[in-house]
């Protein structure tokens, strides 16, 4: 189960106050209501505000809006609009806590996503709780009031699979197919759902850009620093607290986030993040370059960490979609090497292997998996170092093995 608090990590933005879900009426009586933004002044307002993706790759928001824009043109074809809340990352729980709060607050930002874009569809995509989002849906009846012939935000279930959030995965989802991840050329946002350009946007920044468009950019650029304005969801893991929801602003101090005292290394960004030590998490900021999927972890100095990150790549070898070499080949190698390293005992070529085989993966799959599947392994090897020389030993620093991280058992 997960909670929320504010604190006094910043004034509450997107996550109704006391963590009660709020409803057509009680949305509007806390936000007002949304006005219909003219679209070019809404872009203008998006580009002015700097809001880059939730979603984990911090692309700029107002980049990939331009794109879609220009596809549609391009192909004559009208734009489809994605809001992407199927959070197959074991770990976090930003998305379903939002959606679970704050639906309104995304269900605004998919209609000015889909006036600004000219959309023909729209799609809400989650993995859980459908049936309540379909009931906030049937509280709206005037999403597209400025139009002759509205059509339907869908609500649509997605596979529970690391993968299924994956851009691609989704638009072939959508399209009728399998939820697996397809080669990036031609993008999504330029050939999409059924092969007409498409928007997907994270939930929470889709509901970021509901409150631009009421607030304004400088009201966004408020919290957070000059080069990374606003704030973000982050889902913190403790040993001995259930996962928290936290809303905080970039820049803000990683140890006002989550307790770096008895902590052996931090995992930053998820699955497909990084461990830090603890003596570098000290000195850093919150970062849309290295938040990923929103996930902070604070591995306690009496834990293993390359076993805990062995767990966490087989998981991540088994979620592949199993399509080409790198996931079908490279990543099983790689968690079965690791899975070496992070038992004591001898280990033969297995950390020559992990690194090598590391390097021959990278940038060659079909969708961006095995490139963060590396850069965890990655980070592993360097921060957990010592740790693999004890074992190399023998022997192992670790006096409690009870897994911090949540690892799904595979699904077949």
């Not at 993995?127 to 400025?146: H, I, K, Q, S, V």
């Not at 990543?331 to 038992?343: D, E, G, Q, Y």
Request: aromatic share 4%; charged share 20%.
């Amino acid at each position: 189960m997960t909670s929320t608090f504010t604190d006094t990590l910043m004034p509450p933005r997107l996550l109704a106050p006391g963590g009660t879900p709020a409803d057509r009426a009680t949305h509007e009586t806390r936000y007002g209501p949304l006005t219909h933004t003219d679209p070019a002044a809404l872009l203008r307002t998006l580009a002015e505000s700097g809001l880059t993706g939730r979603g984990g790759a911090a692309f700029p928001t107002y980049r990939k809006f331009v794109s879609v824009i220009d596809a549609a043109r391009r192909t004559g074809r009208a734009p489809v609009v994605v809001a992407n809340g199927a959070e197959g990352e074991p770990a976090s729980a930003k998305d379903k806590t939002l959606l679970s709060l704050s639906p309104h607050l995304v269900l605004d930002g998919l209609q000015l996503a889909a006036r600004a874009t000219g959309a023909g569809e729209a799609y809400l995509a989650v993995e859980d709780g459908a049936t309540r989002l379909e009931t906030a849906l049937a509280e709206r009846d005037d999403l597209f009031p400025e139009r002759d012939n509205p059509f339907p935000v869908r609500v649509v279930r997605v596979p529970k699979r690391f993968l299924s959030g994956e851009s691609s995965a989704l638009a072939q989802h959508l399209s009728g197919h399998a939820a697996l991840p397809r080669h990036q050329d031609p993008p999504v946002r330029e050939q999409g759902v059924r092969r007409a350009p498409t928007l997907v946007q994270n939930v929470e920044t889709l509901a970021h850009l509901a409150l631009i468009a009421r607030y304004g950019a400088d009201w966004f650029r408020s919290a957070g620093t000059p080069s990374e304005p606003g704030g973000a969801l982050c889902t913190v893991h403790v040993q001995g607290r259930e996962p928290q929801v936290v809303e905080a602003p970039f820049g803000m101090p990683l140890h006002r986030l989550l307790p770096l005292e008895g902590t052996g290394a931090i995992l930053l960004g998820g699955y497909h993040g990084t461990w830090i030590p603890t003596a570098e998490a000290a000195r850093l900021g919150l970062s849309a370059a290295t938040l990923g999927a929103g996930v902070l972890a604070a591995l306690p100095a009496d834990r293993c960490g390359p076993a805990e990150t062995a767990r966490v790549l087989r998981y991540l070898a088994l979620e592949s979609a199993g399509q080409c070499g790198p996931c079908l080949n490279g990543l099983p190698r790689i968690a079965a090497a690791f899975r070496t390293l992070a038992a004591p005992g001898p280990q033969g070529t297995a950390r020559d292997d992990v690194a090598r085989w590391a390097g021959l993966v990278e940038g060659r799959g079909a969708c961006h998996h095995p490139d963060g599947t590396v850069r965890l392994v990655r980070s592993a090897l360097t921060t957990f170092a010592a740790e693999l020389d004890a074992h190399a030993r023998g022997l192992c620093s670790a006096t409690d093995r009870t897994p911090l991280l949540p690892v799904p058992e595979h699904r077949s």
